[in-house]
Every structure is written in C-alpha cells, then in structure tokens.
C-alpha cells in the first residue's frame, strides 16, 4: 500500500520469520518485537540485562533507520519467559525509555529461539 513503508536496519536483527522489522504507516512506526541478537541473528549470551539491551538497541536502530527515536516511543509490549526478571529487564528498560511511555508486560511460556525476552513498540515519526 502506498501509505505503508517497510522500514529494515542493518544495525539490528534481521527478521526469523515472514514478517519486517517495522511498518510505518502515516505518522507511525510498529516494531516487531526484538529479540537479544546480532545483525547476524546469533543470540546475545549474558544475563538478562544482557538480552534487554540487546532488545532495546535493536528498538533503537530500527527507529533511527525510519527517521524517528525511543524518545518517541508511545507504547511498548515486555514479553519474558519469568517474573523472576521482571526487575532486572526493568532497570535496563528504564535506561532507554526514560519518557516512560505506555507498557505492557507480559510473562510467557516461551518465546521464540528460546530466548527470555522480547520487546516491541509503537512510535511516532
């Protein structure tokens, strides 16, 4: 669709699936969810606050590359494999989304890759 734009960086996860790092369509910007890996898809090794940075860079990368930011984030899904790293995805979290947008967090019982965490968001260009 005309509207519709693709948005693809190489500084952050190529997709594992039939789907693009982000959409923009009109004045806003819809980030699959990241997963903790390179550019090459290898998984990011460390704790969870490792693996939440490795999320939020790729957020980061991905908006950049559409012309926008985190500062523009206006809402944001957590999904983690346990509450038991709820406080320390939180504290790295927080370091990126300091404007503290709108957020739902979610424990589930897996995820893909296996990995612990994942993060989308919806942003404005």
């Known amino acids: 669709m005309a ?21 923009q369509a009109g004045p806003h910007i ?4 990241q997963i903790p890996a390179d550019v090459e898809g290898k998984l990011t ?17 991905i908006l950049e590359e559409a012309g926008s930011s985190i500062a523009k984030v206006v809402k944001t ?22 404007h503290k947008p709108a957020r739902s967090c979610v424990a589930v019982k897996e995820l893909p890759k296996g990995v612990p965490v994942e993060i989308e968001c919806i942003a404005l260009s």
């Open 30 to 33: 819809f980030v699959s969810g």
């Open 3 to 23: 509207d519709m734009k693709v948005v693809y960086s190489k500084k952050a996860t190529p997709p594992v699936g039939p789907y693009s790092q982000a959409i």
């Open 45 to 61: 090794e460390g704790s969870i606050a490792d693996k939440t940075r490795a999320c939020c860079e790729g957020v980061k990368n």
């Open 77 to 98: 899904t957590v999904f983690i494999t346990t509450m038991d790293n709820f406080a320390e995805m939180n504290s790295v979290y927080e370091q990126y989304f300091t």
